[in-house]
């Protein structure tokens, strides 16, 4: 017997899913995407190295943010350039914002509707008037930081290797900060939908990663931290990534899956949370701490709620870099531009190879760039953050179908799409 | 009871895309809420997740490019189910940033991502026009929001949009913007339609062209002037980013039609 799903909507891309049922056993669970290959690891080999920032944030148009910051972050490794500590305040300010919009647009618009058994979002949005606005209103306060930041809110401009091109007004960010108080409200009434939600249950132990440095709760910078099921953990240099993580064609589909040590493993914000709730903000962690969780939560539907939590700690982030910023912030051109050290080549005058990790709505993300010294790309190797957990999510539905084997059709189809959902995947990213 | 307005029906397909354009409308939050007031929109499977309806639209929006076989399948169905097919966006446009492949070995390509993988589809990229029939172009990457609300606003009300055909310079200039080409860069600007607000001259960022040629464009001139100081190959490498290069390279043989 075969459990087929296809043309799973509501989420970035196209992926089918199917599963193998023999006497009664689930034999296997495949994720089928069915998005074309773009290459764009293949296509940057031979542009020039600013080009990548630019190209790199076309491959998701809903978080081109953090791949334009990740490809800056490897380049400025590769050319050992130090961006300021205000340009660092601005990209985070910047992730901060990206982390809101699509975790906002996840939680309300495309998975929560699925725990109200709805699977048109107009349908939803027409019940549920008041939760709309406040969802679309901080949605729209997170879009307007990329914007007054980043130039734009689909693929920003501003920001290039070494710094920024042109940096916000701060009386944007004084308008910004007006308005804070009012986006965590709406954040709040989102918020509490969500916890409000019953969740199925399920549980399967498995390894958790993130960015972790033992001070905050990162998603720019750090080292990768695993929390293994047997409840050991281990740090791992970010830069070492490739070292560890390996990437792995399937015939079945075009986006690559991954394993780490051999073990598929779990990323984004359960994963973060799992690791680095100690390090939440004050609000954030008094509404953690009364979810009463037992730590590690291997039930992955409870993705949605930690996604609910970081939408408190990274209004709270925001408020803070707002109000830095705004008294801090100081005319300052592009070092790097400035001293015309990175117009064309690599400024060290040789070959040199560089990789970085942010922590991206779905989880951690990598990129890594060999440069030549005419500041080419030679090499180029992107892993996305669907990429990493999709071996994860198989073996989870995997585990889960028995639970909804016998169900009508439908209805066991709705539960394997709301499972999928849960993990908000990314098959446009996948499938770069 | 108030008689309801029939409304027109839509349909928003997503083809290989980063999937930007569909946010940029999402993005408008309200105003794509009001607009739900005037459609029916069955087809948008980036905030819907119901069973694909045999049923004819008054208008179709494309985004992204046919990169797999599904893709042109689906391409050909909803210009058949359609009144109206319009392209959203730069790759549906003019190729996307995808197109870079074209110019390179696609198979040499192919084989830097996937080491063992055969099966997977490497097409060249080819506009969506070069399929099926298209209508109407919204340009860009991504689209610009009110732009797009405008040209969505006119087909409820059964006019042809039409954009004006100005360069990105205009706004460049009326926005005190300053102008890269004469600090020494390569900047399309001249040659490229406007609409944009120039936001990318406003974060000082040279126009690479994405939202394709005005009608008219004197794209010889500044081709000449870009001549004195970049080699053809640094020209090229502007030109290819968004797709625009071969319809440039058209332009330079047939003249644009007036239409």
């Not at chain 1, 998701?60 to 590769?78: D, F, N, Q, R, Y």
């Not at chain 1, 901080?138 to 689909?154: P, T």
């Not at chain 1, 690599?346 to 990790?357: H, K, L």
Request: charge should be positive; glycine fraction near 6%; include cysteine.
């Amino acid at each position: 017997m075969k459990i087929q799903v296809n043309h799973i909507g509501k989420m970035e891309g196209h992926s089918d899913f199917v599963a193998e049922i023999l006497r009664g056993d689930v034999k296997s669970a495949k994720m089928m995407t069915t998005e074309g290959a773009r290459l764009i690891e293949g296509i940057l080999v031979g542009r020039n190295f600013y080009e990548a920032p630019i190209i790199t944030s076309r491959i998701c148009g809903i978080c081109p943010v953090v791949h334009k910051i990740c490809s800056i972050k490897a380049i400025e490794t590769a050319f050992e350039i130090q961006p300021s500590a205000q340009t660092i305040k601005l990209r985070k300010l910047m992730l901060m914002a990206q982390m809101i919009h699509s975790h906002a647009l996840h939680l309300f618009f495309l998975s929560l509707p699925d725990f109200f058994d709805i699977t048109d979002d107009l349908k939803f949005i027409s019940q549920h008037k008041k939760e709309t606005s406040a969802a679309m209103e901080l949605r729209e306060w997170a879009l307007k930081i990329i914007e007054v930041v980043g130039g734009r809110a689909v693929h920003p401009i501003a920001c290039e290797v070494g710094g920024f091109k042109v940096l916000p007004e701060v009386a944007e960010l004084d308008n910004l900060l007006n308005r804070y108080p009012q986006a965590l409200k709406k954040a709040l009434a989102v918020v509490n939908m969500v916890l409000k939600v019953k969740l199925p249950k399920f549980s399967r132990p498995t390894q958790f990663v993130a960015l972790y440095d033992g001070k905050t709760y990162p998603f720019y910078d750090g080292h990768l931290k695993l929390l293994q099921a047997d409840g050991s953990e281990k740090i791992i240099a970010a830069t070492k990534f490739t070292k560890s993580i390996k990437e792995i064609e399937e015939p079945y589909r075009a986006a690559k899956s991954a394993e780490l040590d051999g073990q598929p493993f779990m990323v984004g914000a359960l994963a973060r949370l799992n690791i680095n709730h100690r390090y939440l903000r004050p609000l954030a962690a008094g509404v953690f701490k009364g979810l009463n969780w037992q730590l590690p939560e291997y039930n992955t539907f409870k993705n949605i709620v930690a996604q609910a939590i970081e939408i408190i700690h990274c209004l709270e982030e925001a408020e803070l870099l707002l109000r830095d910023l705004r008294v801090s912030l100081r005319p300052e051109v592009n070092p790097a531009a400035e001293l015309a050290l990175i117009a064309e080549a690599n400024p060290r005058g040789q070959e040199s190879y560089g990789c970085a990790a942010v922590e991206a709505p779905r989880g951690t993300l990598y990129h890594g760039y060999r440069i030549n010294r005419d500041g080419i790309i030679a090499d180029c190797q992107i892993i996305t953050p669907t990429v990493s957990f999709l071996k994860n999510l198989e073996d989870d539905l995997l585990a889960y179908l028995p639970n909804v084997m016998d169900l009508p059709e439908a209805k066991r189809a709705i539960k394997i799409r709301a499972l999928i959902r849960a993990y908000d995947p990314c098959i446009s990213c996948a499938t770069h | 009871m108030r008689a309801k307005i029939k409304k027109k029906r839509l349909a928003i397909i997503g083809l290989t895309s980063c999937e930007g354009c569909q946010f940029v409308l999402l993005d408008q939050g309200q105003k794509f809420l009001d607009l739900l007031q005037h459609f029916e929109v069955d087809e948008f499977r980036l905030i819907e997740d119901k069973p694909m309806l045999d049923i004819k639209y008054d208008l179709c929006l494309i985004e992204g490019n046919p990169v797999t076989k599904e893709n042109l399948k689906l391409l050909r169905e909803m210009r058949q189910r359609s009144k109206l097919l319009v392209v959203l966006g730069n790759c549906a446009a003019l190729g996307g940033v995808w197109e870079l492949k074209n110019y390179g070995l696609k198979k040499k390509t192919i084989k830097y991502v996937y080491k063992n993988q055969l099966r997977v589809e490497n097409p060249d990229i080819k506009e969506v026009e070069n399929f099926v029939k298209v209508d109407f172009v919204i340009p860009g990457c991504p689209v610009t929001g009110d732009e797009l609300m405008e040209v969505l606003q006119q087909l409820i009300n059964n006019r042809r949009p039409k954009l004006p055909q100005n360069p990105v310079c205009h706004e460049c200039q009326n926005n005190g913007y300053d102008c890269l080409l004469q600090q020494g860069q390569i900047c399309l600007g001249p040659i490229t339609l406007g609409g944009c607000h120039a936001v990318c001259l406003k974060s000082k960022q040279a126009c690479w062209g994405c939202r394709g040629l005005f009608e008219g464009a004197a794209v010889k001139n500044l081709l000449a002037h870009l001549e004195q100081n970049f080699t053809e190959q640094e020209i090229n490498h502007v030109l290819e980013i968004f797709g625009a290069r071969d319809s440039i390279n058209k332009a330079l043989i047939v003249p644009p039609k007036k239409k």
